[in-house]
């Protein structure tokens, strides 16, 4: 961890949410790249407003070079009051997904375009719009005014497979800081601030067929679609019984199935060849009391008889946090302020959450609407980022103030 700068008399002005937003849209951290410059900027500027910064990287799988950051502020000891509280943490990620297609105004998807309601731009809403909300709520609250840690976390790779938070989970002393301590946290993701305290988790696998390539008109090849075929009617029978089979729903979400997804490439493009590999995949979102692993064994089981090899991909568990835990409740309250009357929601997507299992308090809360997320003209609504930050700066006074 960096040390904490050298207290002084000067007070920071509090974080303009908008600026801070157009900054953070500015980076391109699209996952294949790195996330450094990012970084490094959210750390320089938690520094500013007193956070301790512990900054952990790796190398991904193609060796580019990623960042996580964890930054944690503690009260100052004159003005600890002896809250019970164990204080709160906010996670997020850096990363966004492609924005190869980009149709919003301006033309350019990282560089912000502000109108009259609404502000454009690849990750105005997922996630960059929470962090910007989150370092401005922050920013409200002074030291003085502490009486319990507060964290606030930055992630890599969130969008192609949680790879930033495993790194975490693995080898960050920080994070096991937060473990030991069992705040209530917030995973950011937008969610127009209501209250999320159950996601799917989500499973992939490969399926991988191997033939030999020769003239199509002879019989030297071996067509490695043949035994794909089979399979892919396994994938159908598979996919069909997550519909109808009740065994494989939990009624708390929409829509209440494992959502099986799968497909098949050959990438054969010359039919005078013989295709001599053929790839299915399969997605699926699991449940917190389903977690698909009589299907995996089905689908082994097929894949052996017909001679194919299966590769899985660690994906993540679903995420859930008991209703009986104070804070469910504490923050729909809070949220009511902003969204009126509301009740705890479970959601189909998933999350850096699930990766976090350690935590038993974590709660998805953020500004903007999923239904924004990945679009060619992502937004965020004004209005939303402004209450995202007054939510967020309760949230750090109910947890972490006097």
């Known amino acids: 961890m960096s ?14 949410v908008e600026h801070v937003l157009t900054e953070l849209i500015g980076f391109n951290t699209v ?23 512990e900054l952990t990287q790796y190398r991904d799988r193609r060796e580019t070079l990623k960042f996580n950051l964890i930054a944690r502020r503690d009260p100052n000891v004159a003005s600890e009051k002896g809250s019970e509280s164990s204080g709160l943490a906010y996670f997020c990620h850096t990363d966004v997904v492609s924005a190869d297609r980009w149709s919003g105004p301006g033309g350019d998807p990282f560089r912000a ?21 989150m370092m401005a709520a922050a920013s409200r609250v002074t030291i003085d005014e502490q009486t319990a840690p507060l964290w606030i976390v930055a992630t890599a790779d969130e969008e192609v497979g949680f790879e930033g938070a495993r790194c975490l989970v693995d080898s960050s002393s920080a994070y096991r800081e937060i473990v030991a301590a069992d705040p209530v946290s917030i995973i950011g993701e ?48 598979i996919d069909q019984r997550c519909r109808h089979d009740k065994s494989l729903q939990d009624d708390r979400f929409d829509p209440p199935t494992l959502t099986w997804n799968f497909g098949v490439s050959d990438r054969m493009r010359t039919v005078n060849i013989v295709p001599d590999h053929s790839t299915a995949w399969v997605s699926f979102r699991t449940m917190p009391n389903v977690d698909g692993a009589e299907l995996i064994d089905q689908v082994l089981a097929r894949a052996g008889e017909l001679g194919l090899q299966v590769e899985k991909f660690a994906g993540g568990p679903p995420m859930a946090t008991s209703l009986d835990q104070p804070c469910v409740g504490e923050m729909c309250d809070l949220a009511e302020r902003f969204i009126g009357p509301n009740e705890p929601a479970a ?29 060619t003209d992502e937004f965020i609504a004004r209005d939303e980022l402004t209450r995202g930050v007054d939510f967020y700066e309760s949230a750090i006074r109910h947890w972490c103030g006097k």
């Open 3 to 16: 040390p904490r700068p050298p207290s002084s008399n000067r007070v920071e002005q509090p974080l303009s």
């Open 31 to 53: 996952s294949h790249l790195s996330n450094e410059a990012i970084t490094r900027y959210v750390a320089d500027h938690l520094a500013r407003i007193g956070f301790v910064i």
């Open 113 to 133: 375009s502000v109108d009259k309601d609404r502000i454009y731009g690849r990750g105005a809403c997922d996630m960059k719009g929470s962090l910007a909300a």
């Open 190 to 237: 937008p969610s127009r601030l209501r209250i999320v305290y159950a996601h799917k988790g989500i499973i992939g696998l490969q399926i991988h067929s191997v033939g030999q390539a020769a003239h199509s008109s002879t019989s030297e090849g071996v067509n490695a679609n043949i035994a794909m075929v089979p399979m892919l009617q396994t994938l159908l029978e």
């Open 347 to 375: 959601e189909c997507y998933a999350t850096d959450g699930c990766v976090f299992d350690e935590l038993s308090r974590r709660i998805v809360c953020g500004p903007g609407s999923i239904a924004q997320a990945h679009k």
